[in-house]
C-alpha cells in the first residue's frame, strides 16, 4: 500500500467547494484510489473510487493527474452535514508493521 | 436492511476477562475484516479472512483471534483483555479478496473499555 499523506483538517463555509488533496508518491501501477467519510461514532463510508483522470459521482468528484502521484477529492457546495473525516485509501489494505492503513485523514470542518 | 452489523454496540469489561465481538455482513460478499480505531482516530487494519486466506496484522497480539463459522460472519475473540485493547472495532466486508480496487463496507463499530 502506498503511504498517504493529507492534511491534517480544514475548515470551510457552507455553500463553498471543498478540494482535499491527498499525495501518494508510492503508488503502484495496479493501485485504485479510494475515498472514505467517517462521522463520529460511526463506520467509515465509501465515497468515490478512481484509477485515473477524473470521477464524478452524486456526491463527489475525483481529480487524479497523470502521473497518479496525487490525487484530488472534490465536494460541491458543502453544507453543515459534510463535517467529518476524509481518509485517502490507495491500494489494497496494508498490513505492514509501521503503517496506519487509512492515514491520518484529514478533519474537515463546515462552518455556517 | 443493515449491510454490516456488529454486537455488541458498547462493551466494558475487567482487565483480565475473555469477550468476543460479533460481526455479520448480508452483503453476499467474500472478504471480512477487522479494524481497530484507537483514541487519536488512527485505523489500523487487524485481520483479511475469506474462504481461502486469513491475513494477520503482524502487530496484533496472538490473543486477538477471528473466527469465521460461514462467509456471512466474523467473530472476533479476545483473550485476556488488557487496558491497552480499549478503542473502536470496526467489521468490513468487500467483494472481492481485499485487492486493490475493492471497496469495503463498514460496520457501526464496537466501543470496547477494558477497566
Known amino acids: 500500500l502506498a503511504k498517504t499523506t493529507q492534511p491534517i483538517s480544514m475548515d470551510s463555509y457552507e455553500g463553498q467547494e471543498v478540494n482535499i488533496t491527498c499525495s501518494h508518491n508510492?503508488?503502484?501501477?495496479?493501485?485504485?484510489i479510494t475515498w472514505y467519510q467517517q462521522f463520529p461514532s460511526q463506520g467509515p463510508r465509501f465515497i468515490i473510487q478512481?484509477?485515473?483522470t477524473k470521477v464524478t459521482n452524486e456526491v463527489a468528484s475525483l481529480f487524479i493527474p497523470a502521473d497518479r502521484k496525487s490525487s484530488t477529492l472534490s465536494l460541491p457546495r458543502v453544507s453543515l452535514s459534510d463535517t467529518a473525516v476524509y481518509y485517502c485509501?490507495?491500494?489494497?489494505?496494508?498490513?505492514?508493521?509501521?503503517?496506519?492503513?487509512f492515514g491520518t485523514g484529514t478533519r474537515l470542518t463546515i462552518i455556517p | 436492511d443493515t449491510a454490516v452489523s456488529q454486537t455488541p454496540k458498547y462493551l466494558v469489561t475487567q482487565m483480565g476477562n475473555d469477550k468476543s465481538i460479533k460481526c455479520e455482513q448480508n452483503?453476499?460478499?467474500?472478504?471480512m475484516y477487522w479494524y481497530k480505531q484507537d483514541s487519536k482516530k488512527f485505523l489500523k487494519i487487524m485481520f483479511s479472512?475469506?474462504?481461502?486466506?486469513?491475513?494477520i496484522n503482524e502487530t496484533v497480539p496472538n490473543r486477538f483471534s477471528p473466527k469465521s463459522p460461514d462467509k456471512a460472519h466474523l467473530n472476533l475473540h479476545i483473550n485476556s483483555l488488557e487496558l491497552g485493547d480499549s478503542a473502536v472495532y470496526f467489521c468490513?466486508?468487500?467483494?472481492?479478496?481485499?485487492?486493490?480496487?475493492?471497496?469495503?463496507?463498514f460496520g457501526p463499530g464496537t466501543r470496547l473499555t477494558v477497566l
Open positions: 468490513a466486508s468487500s467483494q472481492g479478496p481485499g485487492g486493490q480496487g475493492d471497496t469495503q463496507y
Open positions: 508510492n503508488i503502484a501501477t495496479n493501485d485504485y
Open positions: 478512481g484509477y485515473k
Open positions: 485509501l490507495v491500494g489494497a489494505p496494508d498490513f505492514g508493521n509501521e503503517k496506519l492503513t
Open positions: 452483503l453476499g460478499h467474500d472478504t
Open positions: 479472512y475469506n474462504n481461502k486466506e486469513l491475513i
